[in-house]
């Protein structure tokens, strides 16, 4: 199924990461695995309101933390994966926490906006993924299954 994408002339290769926020009012997905685009929803398109995370090598996955916000997976330079947010307002990004884990693709916000899961691993150990709980306000990440080799596929909470 195709979706239109109104006010937006560059060009796109690979679209991901497709998330909608809250109320359903608005989009965020990955173009390229380097940029972002914000969208408000209509009954007939998409309309492309702001692309952003410019300075990133690679942007992977995208979920929204409230209405105004949302989390993604970037790299700028040969650094490793981070946790960022983003204002779909402002277009502002920041760094989230200090963690040392190296993220992987998906992400999945817990309901209260307060943590995310995502699919992490430790620059020191070997080679493989765990999932992690990653608090959003404070407090240090904690890993909740053993490390594998593979990295897991989509995350999501249940209530």
């Known amino acids: 199924m ?3 994408l ?3 002339n560059g060009p796109i290769a690979n679209v991901a990461h497709l ?4 109320n359903g009012s608005r989009a965020v997905f990955v173009l390229d695995s380097k940029r972002i685009l914000i969208a408000t929803v209509s009954d007939a398109a998409l ?3 702001r692309v952003m995370a410019d300075g990133f090598d690679y ?3 995208a979920a929204w933390q409230k209405e105004e916000q949302f989390l993604f997976i970037g790299r700028q330079g040969d650094g490793p994966k981070r946790l960022w947010c983003g204002d779909a ?3 502002e990004v920041r760094l989230v926490g200090e963690s040392a884990l190296e993220l992987g693709e998906n992400l999945a916000v817990r309901p209260d906006g ?5 699919a992490g691993g430790l620059p020191e150990e070997p080679r493989g993924w765990s999932v ?3 608090p959003l306000f404070g407090g240090d990440p904690a890993q909740l299954t053993p490390r594998g080799s593979d990295a897991p596929g989509q995350l999501s909470w249940r209530n």
């Not at 998330?19 to 809250?22: D, E, K, L, Q, V």
């Not at 307060?114 to 995502?118: E, F, I, K, L, N």
């Open 2 to 4: 195709a979706v239109p």
């Open 6 to 8: 109104e006010g937006y």
């Open 19 to 22: 998330a909608f926020s809250p």
């Open 47 to 49: 309309l492309a309101r």
């Open 59 to 61: 942007i992977g996955g």
């Open 89 to 91: 307002q402002t277009g």
């Open 114 to 118: 307060g943590a995310v899961v995502v």
């Open 132 to 134: 992690w709980l990653y």
